[in-house]
């Protein structure tokens, strides 16, 4: 079975651009979970999505959005992007919100310049 | 929220050698303790997990133990290989419906062949 996909895997963008990264969760996972990670750190929350509702929200700010489409997978989209959100944006899925066995994709590494 | 501590931030180790890291937490109402491998361009694997009715879990080489009452986890691995070499990643869930698990900062365990 294919795990959790992601697109693009890289992307070079200038700051005040906007971002949208996506991802695909394992079939039958219907939670879909998004993650910043910094480079020497562990991954931060951003997002968690259950069957197309928002379930979580963690610590970041209005310029971060996501959804989550009928078909399970999920888009991130970052506005007017900082030097700052350089990072790898790692997606989880899960079976269910609460279900607490995530499986990571391999991550899209955002660069800002 | 949740406070995750992970110790040590890098472990080396000769091939053969057991290899130990330490999590504490925060949140008494954590219930679920999972462990990720990230290798380099990865995105993190959950290797082994433990939930809070259980005092220790065995997989092979890993194990994980909890202690609850002093609020901390460590993650086992015995008979090191050089293919263990990566970084590993405690998390603890803040207390709540949804799962929104705190990272470590990570260790880096670099096995010598």
């Known amino acids: 079975d294919a795990g959790v996909t992601q697109s693009p895997t890289h992307l070079i963008k200038t700051r005040g651009q906007h971002v949208t990264l996506r991802c695909s969760p394992i079939?039958?996972?219907?939670?879909v979970s998004w993650y910043q990670q910094v480079l020497g750190q562990g991954p931060q929350f951003i997002f968690q999505?259950?069957?197309?509702?928002?379930?979580g929200r963690g610590n970041f700010p209005d310029r971060f959005s996501a959804r989550q489409f009928p078909n399970y997978s999920s888009e991130l989209n970052v506005n007017a992007l900082l030097l700052g959100d350089s990072a790898l944006y790692l997606c989880?899925?899960?079976?269910?919100?609460?279900?607490?066995?995530?499986?990571f994709g391999p991550g899209t590494r955002l660069t800002v310049t | 929220g949740e406070n995750v501590e992970q110790h040590p931030s890098t472990l080396s180790v000769q091939e053969g050698d057991s290899a130990v890291i330490k999590c504490t937490y925060s949140?008494?109402?954590?219930?679920?303790f999972p462990w990720y491998k990230q290798e380099l361009g990865k995105g993190p694997q959950l290797i082994i997990d433990?939930?809070?009715?259980?005092g220790e879990k065995k997989d092979q080489r890993i194990a994980v133990t909890l202690n609850k009452t002093a609020k901390h986890f460590s993650l086992h691995i015995t008979e090191t290989q050089p293919e263990d070499s990566a970084v590993y990643f405690c998390?603890?869930?803040?207390?709540?419906?949804?799962?929104?698990?705190?990272f470590g900062r990570g260790t880096s365990l670099i096995v010598h062949p």
């Open positions: 989880a899925s899960s079976t269910r919100t609460g279900g607490y066995e995530q499986y």
């Open positions: 079939s039958g996972h219907k939670s």
């Open positions: 999505y259950y069957e197309k509702e928002e379930r």
């Open positions: 949140d008494s109402a954590s219930n679920y």
């Open positions: 433990i939930r809070s009715n259980v």
């Open positions: 998390a603890a869930p803040a207390s709540g419906g949804s799962y929104i698990p705190t």
